[in-house]
Structures are given as C-alpha cells and as structure tokens.
C-alpha cells in the first residue's frame, strides 16, 4: 500500500498588544515608519495562529500526531508567553526585534519546532486580523 503524505492544521487563539519603535530614532521619525502603530501606549489584537504539520500518518492509529499533545506543546512553550502580554515589555525576543506579524509567525516556529519529532512542522501562519497574516515554513 502506498505511503499517504497528509496536512494537518490545528488552530489557536491568543489576545496580545505591541507597538513598534526604533530606539535609534526620535518620536517623529518612528512616527514617520510606523505610522499609528508607534504609538508607545501599543495596542492589541487577538491573533489566530494555525500550526500545520505534514507528514504519514501512523498505521496503528491513522493520525499524523496525537491532538492532545499538540495542544499540550502548543499551550505549554508558546500561548503561555504570548496570551495576554504586552509583547515588547514581556517576551524577551521582542526586545530586540518588533514585534510584527511576520516576526511572530517566525518566534512561534522557531519555539515550537524543537518540540515536535523533526520535519513534522511544515508551517505556522499567523493572522493578525482577518485580513493580515503571514506564514513561515522555517
């Protein structure tokens, strides 16, 4: 019997607030790049993030992974450091970087990959809003 390469999507939900700034530039110089999003009072969103993992699903079961501890990593290494968190003030990756919605689909990748068996990951697209999202495939 032929081996079936499959997709598997789950979804998450988390509520985050950010701003964006530049420390190298003055106020009206952030406020020039960054329009209404510099604003240092920030403002929030509630993102969706989809995890998509690729690969044969197991004979025995016919599941690619078990959902249960998908959710369990999930929650675990990413949702706890995100859901309900001022992103530059409290997750440290973002001291250094801003906090967009490409360099978060990036973050939640990059945290989450280590926890699943290797090539299991094939994406991880994050929406900021119904109508922005961006995906990374590592």
Request: with cysteine; aromatic share 10%.
């Amino acid at each position: 019997m032929r081996q079936r390469i499959v997709t598997l999507s789950r979804t998450y939900r988390f509520s985050a607030a950010h701003y964006y700034h530049d420390p190298g530039l003055d106020d009206a110089a952030n406020a020039r790049l960054f329009g209404k999003c510099a604003n240092q009072h920030g403002h929030g969103h509630n993102y969706r993030c989809e995890v998509r993992l690729r690969g044969v699903p197991a004979v025995e079961t016919g599941m690619l992974f078990d959902l249960r501890t998908l959710d369990r990593i999930v929650h675990e290494t990413v949702l706890e450091r995100l859901d309900h968190r001022n992103l530059n003030a409290e997750v440290e990756a973002f001291a250094t970087q801003q906090p967009t919605c490409e360099n978060l689909a990036g973050f939640v990748w990059e945290t989450l990959a280590p926890q699943l068996p290797p090539g299991l990951l094939d994406a991880v697209r994050l929406y900021e809003t119904d109508d922005l999202w961006a995906e990374y495939r590592g």
